[in-house]
């Protein structure tokens, strides 16, 4: 039982920074309908500038974070700029493939600045390990899990309770009616890429610290992005949250129980039956009755 | 610091075109086609340094042209790679890409050329197809397992070893040589698991493995899931030693776990520049520090044995590349890492030792050299 409640730990904390990754996601999505496949390229980048950035200004995680999000935020802005923006109104195929290119150059990019070898950002707060009642918990994971839950409440509130977040839902539910009653939606796109990217940026620090970042680690995780969002709802923010931490549970349990490569291929059956009896994923008609 | 390292990377290109000179005036020619993007970089970019330090450091008299060629990690990107390297004239010898499929994918082109591949893939296939023209300066799986499993026995006394190793055909090769050698040593292992290098959490296979109640764990993955084990091994305290595979001994493996969690971990390499143990392998490692402002590891200084008695061939009169092929098939030489010898099939390399860490630096020690007759 302390092994399965050890494993569980794990697991939320590693489904936490999945959901960041399916956050972002899935923003980009509602606001512009487009994939983008450079998510997972941009939480690389955030792990590589908190690696840079402690680097240079010897501070606890927790405190790089802000600047972290920050300039990926810059960076979501630069991103939308170049790569969806232009192509907006070509077919979608068009920034499907411009954030494929955007993330093979973040992956070289990073290789060039950084090299190839595997870097570590500095933990949140500190690096030790609590025994709660026989189960050990690092801090990090402690850490991980709150920072994650507060970002994603944020997310919820800045949605919900702001004018910010209605304009950007109004973009993202209908970009042409939107513009009519005066809502800068250009603006309003490359908010949501710089959001996105802030998201992926923290992902980026938190996962760093427990699993180490190199330039081609970001390809993973938009597998599993996708993943998430497909499973909780395309569209759904808890769809996403909810898909994200599904996966990791599954991965670590499975994985735990019968071997990794089960997991994988129970993953991927699991996926497969659940769009068989829900297609619209475990949330879909939560986020239609919200549109 | 990113600022530092992207003026040193600039740096080691423009140093290996300084050194390459114009292409008239070139003796030799030696591209290096390994590959610097990809799942592959970290291994590759020590190979590739290690090539363009020997290349710089060529005996007096040669001038030698160069051009390093990033080859990816896909067997075209390397076939593509030796059309481009070959387009200008037969090169000398080339310094080939660690990667195994890479490495098969090339065999053919450079039978059909005449070209000398000089490598540090592990990979035992490549010298088993017959071409003559393939040489390895690095031991294979068959001398590195060995060794791996040796200490385990026969050092450590230990007789269930749980095996974690790579899903990838580096990982599964060097599976298949553990297995072999653990049954030549009478010992079974009483857990084996592939794990994918994308893997963020390894507590699910170190549960798993610790449920099978083994005296040892013993691994062969890459680097990053190695420090991930590692990690969360010494997190967890399992209570057995862990011997890992040559990916523990790289120095960016070590610079991402804190010295005490490397405490007792051991692991298995050619060689082990960073541990010192002569004035050449030091100012090896000095001269690599200077050149490219990071830690060397076995690749690189397999790497530049292979390029250096290349060079010396070729300092000795061999500046073509049948007469370098027929240099390296017959000579020994005595190189940093080892004397290197051919076994008639293209291996060179023919021993490993064991590094073991005491927890108070991220410096290993070598504890034990095998060496097998070629």
């Not at chain 1, 009642?133 to 994971?141: I, K, R, T, W």
């Not at chain 1, 497909?230 to 996403?240: C, D, P, R």
């Not at chain 2, 007096?60 to 390397?78: N, W, Y």
Request: hydrophobic share 50%; proline share 6%; glycine share 10%.
């Amino acid at each position: 039982m302390t092994g399965v409640a050890q494993l569980l730990v794990n697991g939320v904390a590693l489904g936490a920074s999945y959901a960041l990754v399916a956050l972002g996601f899935v923003l980009v999505l509602n606001a512009t309908s487009a994939v983008n496949f450079a998510q997972g390229d941009l939480v690389m980048a955030g792990g590589f500038l908190a690696v840079a950035l402690a680097g240079s200004i010897p501070l606890p995680g927790i405190l790089l974070l802000p600047l972290v999000a920050a300039l990926m935020a810059a960076l979501g802005l630069l991103v939308s700029l170049l790569a969806y923006l232009p192509l907006r109104h070509r077919p979608p195929v068009s920034v499907f493939i411009s954030t494929i290119a955007v993330g093979i150059i973040l992956q070289n990019g990073a290789t060039l600045l950084f090299g190839p070898e595997p870097k570590a950002a500095p933990p949140l707060f500190g690096g030790g390990t609590l025994d709660i009642a026989g189960v050990l918990v690092p801090e990090q994971s402690l850490a991980v899990v709150a920072v994650a839950g507060l970002l994603i409440l944020g997310q919820h509130w800045l949605f919900a309770r702001t004018q910010l977040g209605r304009r950007l839902r109004a973009t993202a539910q209908d970009p042409e009616m939107a513009r009519a009653c005066g809502i800068p939606v250009t603006a309003m796109v490359a908010a949501t890429f710089a959001l996105g990217a802030a998201l992926a940026g923290a992902a980026g620090l938190l996962l760093s610290n427990q699993f180490f970042v190199t330039p081609t680690s970001g390809s993973g995780l938009i597998l599993k992005a996708y993943i998430a969002v497909t499973i909780g709802g395309w569209g759904s923010v808890a769809g996403a949250v909810a898909g994200a931490l599904l996966i990791a549970a599954f991965e670590v349990v499975v994985s735990a129980t019968l071997s990794y490569s089960a997991a994988t291929a129970a993953l991927y059956l699991a996926l497969l039956a659940i769009l068989a009896v829900r297609p619209q994923g475990l949330f879909g008609e939560a986020a239609r009755s919200r549109a | 610091m990113p600022a530092r390292k992207a003026i040193l990377f600039a740096a080691a290109f423009a140093a290996l075109s300084s050194a390459a000179g114009p292409a008239a005036a070139a003796d030799l020619d030696i591209p290096v086609l390994v590959p610097v993007t990809g799942f592959l970089a970290l291994e590759g970019t020590s190979q590739r340094n290690g090539a363009v330090l020997a290349i710089r450091q060529a005996p007096e008299g040669l001038t030698v042209r160069s051009e390093v060629i990033d080859t990816g990690t896909s067997p075209e990107g390397a076939v593509t790679a030796l059309e481009r390297a070959s387009g200008r004239g037969t090169p000398t010898a080339i310094a080939a890409s660690m990667l195994g499929t890479q490495m098969l994918a090339m065999l053919p082109l450079a039978d059909e050329y005449g070209i000398p591949l000089v490598t540090v893939s592990g990979t035992a296939s490549i010298t088993e197809r017959g071409n003559p023209w393939v040489f390895r300066f690095f031991p294979g799986d068959g001398v590195t397992k060995t060794a791996h499993a040796r200490y385990v026995a026969e050092e450590l006394g230990k007789r269930r070893p749980a095996v974690i190793y790579q899903t990838t055909a580096y990982g599964q090769s060097g599976q298949a040589h553990l297995r072999d050698a653990f049954a030549k040593l009478g010992v079974e292992p009483v857990f084996e698991e592939g794990v994918d290098p994308g893997i963020r959490d390894m507590l699910p296979v170190l549960t798993k493995a610790m449920a099978a109640n083994p005296d040892v764990l013993v691994l062969h993955l890459h680097s990053g899931p190695t420090a991930l084990f590692v990690r969360q091994a010494a997190a967890m305290n399992p209570g057995v030693p862990i011997v890992a595979g040559s990916a523990m001994h790289q120095p960016s493996t070590a610079a991402l776990l804190e010295p005490a969690e490397l405490k007792g971990v051991c692991a298995e390499t050619s060689a082990s520049p960073v541990s010192g143990g002569s004035p050449e392998m030091e100012r090896f490692t000095a001269d690599y520090r200077a050149a490219f402002g990071t830690e060397p590891d076995a690749f690189a200084l397999g790497q530049y044995d292979g390029i250096r008695m290349v060079l010396d061939a070729a300092a000795d009169g061999a500046d073509t590349p049948e007469a370098v092929r027929n240099a390296l098939a017959k000579g020994i030489y005595r190189g940093l890492a080892m004397t290197y010898r051919s076994d008639g099939r293209g291996n060179m390399a023919h021993s490993a030792v064991i590094v073991c860490y005491d927890g108070s630096s991220r410096v290993p020690a070598v504890v034990k050299r095998y060496d097998v007759a070629p």
